[in-house]
Each structure stands twice: as C-alpha cells, then as structure tokens.
Nanobody, 122 residues
Framework: VQLQASGGGLVRPGGSLRLSCAAS????????IGWFRQAPGKEREGVSC???????FYADSVKGRFTVSRDSAENKVYLQLNSLKPEDTANYYC?????????????????RGQGTQVTVSS
C-alpha cells in the first residue's frame, strides 16, 4: 500500500491549487481517503475525507473552499483548494482512513504518504 501526494506550491492569498494523491496497492474506490495537514507548531488537522460510498466530509475551516474528488480510472484522489488563506499554509498528505465521518478527529489512518508543501503568501 502506497500513497503519494503532489501538487503543492507557493500561491498568493485568494489563489488556488489542486493536490493529487496517487494510490497503489489498493483500489481507492473501496477505502476512505483523507487529506491531512500539519503546520510547524500546530496540531495535525484532518482537512477532508471521501468515503468509499463517495460521501465527502470537510473540516469547518475549509468548508466551501476545498473540494475532494476521486478518479477511479486513475486510482487517484484530488483536493481542490480555492480561496486560499495564509493560515492554509502547511504540509498536506493523504492517507487511507479507516472510517470517514463528520468528526475529523476520528479519521484514524494506518497508511499515509509523504506530504506536499502548500505555502500561501503575498
């Protein structure tokens, strides 16, 4: 089981990025896939999760700005980041989540990939 996030970069406030999570060794259709972020000195935060059913969940801090989606043919999960703010600056990674749900503190995961850095700055 492997996951690899990519697509991060430097963007100005209000800008957009699309992160990709490439999975191998399993089918993303059958598992929940979560996006997490961690900034220096801050706790890790569950940002978004897409369940095997296709139901999606978001942290309150990103609702209405971030969108998670899944491409079965590519075996990838995407996170579209819009209206970015400086406080979105963090290292973002994807992981295979045991159960997606409304409480992002319960998105436990065993398998995760290396992250991709998102920096929002003018």
């Amino acid at each position: 089981v492997q996951l690899q996030a990519s697509g991060g970069g430097l963007v100005r406030p209000g800008g957009s990025l699309r992160l990709s999570c490439a999975a191998s060794g399993f089918n993303v259709d059958y598992y929940g896939i979560g996006w997490f972020r961690q900034a220096p000195g801050k706790e890790r935060e569950g940002v978004s999760c897409i369940a095997s059913s296709g139901e999606t969940f978001y942290a309150d801090s990103v609702k209405g700005r971030f969108t998670v989606s899944r491409d079965s043919a590519e075996n990838k999960v995407y996170l579209q980041l819009n209206s970015l703010k400086p406080e979105d600056t963090a290292n973002y990674y994807c992981a295979r989540v045991l159960i997606c749900g409304s409480d992002n503190k319960n998105w436990s995961h065993r398998f995760r990939g290396q992250g991709t850095q998102v920096t929002v700055s003018s």
